[in-house]
């Protein structure tokens, strides 16, 4: 099996090459197999010749899509989870994490043997689990997240998790399929951040079984600004509580639907495990 990892990418050249080197060092000390999905989101920039240099130096498995112009983080993911359903085979894991080097591949390593360990279908890189840290972070972009896990856990809970917005997830490929199935292309309809928010509440209805993994976050190795708009984030993730609080809708039992199918644990090829 393999372990995939989407990275959506609009304007990230200058995080490529540290993030990549990353990845490098990671297959080297763990002898894992690794592809990485980049999707270009209409980027500007070099991202995705520098993609293309950096993964051939450094030896690294890339598929590159790209999009003709900027759509948003939630058509990137889009495309890249509809990428990884078309090229991966069942057993594999795809991760999504972000493309500016602000999150730690080597915590992917802990994501997968807690996952495989507890029989998980999602394990989430948290920042409000004990041991976590966000480092170079604005207070008010800091107190705008914590405000938004609160919400979301008091108004539209999902058992086991307490991070809603942070994109650094780690996926078995036999629940991608499962949401897929059950929602087709209204799998996605958030194109802003909102989308990661968006995605939990919907895979809520499958009753996934979720861990949280305690991430440092290194927002000061961020070599460009944001380009969250701050303003159009907060109104999408407010309607986005108030839809939920207003759905009478009962949850979808999909039971019968998916009762033979098992999700498949196989290792992943990794040697001299220490």
């Not at 900027?70 to 991966?88: D, H, M, R, V, Y």
């Not at 594999?92 to 602000?102: G, R, S, V």
Request: contains cysteine; positive net charge.
């Amino acid at each position: 099996m393999s372990l995939f990892v989407l990275l959506p990418a609009y304007n990230e050249q200058e995080s490529i090459r540290p993030l990549f080197k990353k990845f490098q060092t990671l297959q080297q000390i763990f002898n894992i197999e690794i592809e990485l999905i980049l999707v270009d989101d209409g980027s500007s920039d070099k991202t995705a010749q520098t993609a293309i240099d950096e993964s051939q130096s450094l030896g690294i498995l890339l598929k590159l899509v790209q999009h003709p112009k900027n759509a948003g983080l939630g058509q990137a993911i889009k495309t890249g989870f509809t990428t990884f359903l078309e090229i991966s085979k069942e057993g594999d894991f795809l991760a999504a994490m972000d493309c500016d080097n602000t999150q730690p591949p080597e915590l992917l390593i802990k994501m997968y043997d807690t996952m495989i360990a507890g029989s998980y279908d999602i394990a989430i890189a948290s920042r409000y689990r004990k041991g976590s840290k966000v480092i170079g972070l604005s207070k008010f972009r800091e107190l705008m997240s914590y405000g938004a896990s609160w919400l979301f856990r008091i108004a539209a809970r999902v058992p086991g998790v307490k991070d809603y917005t942070c994109g650094y997830r780690l996926y078995n490929r036999t629940f991608l399929s499962k949401l897929d199935m059950y929602y087709g292309e209204n799998l996605f309809t958030e194109s802003g951040f909102a989308c990661m928010i968006d995605l939990l509440l919907k895979a809520k209805a499958l009753k996934p079984k979720i861990v949280e993994i305690p991430m440092v976050l290194r927002y000061d190795q961020k070599p460009s600004a944001s380009k969250m708009k701050i303003l159009k984030t907060i109104t999408r993730t407010l309607k986005l509580l108030f839809k939920n609080l207003l759905s009478t809708e009962p949850t979808p039992n999909l039971g019968q639907t998916f009762k033979q199918q098992e999700t498949l644990r196989i290792p992943l090829r990794m040697a001299n495990r220490k």
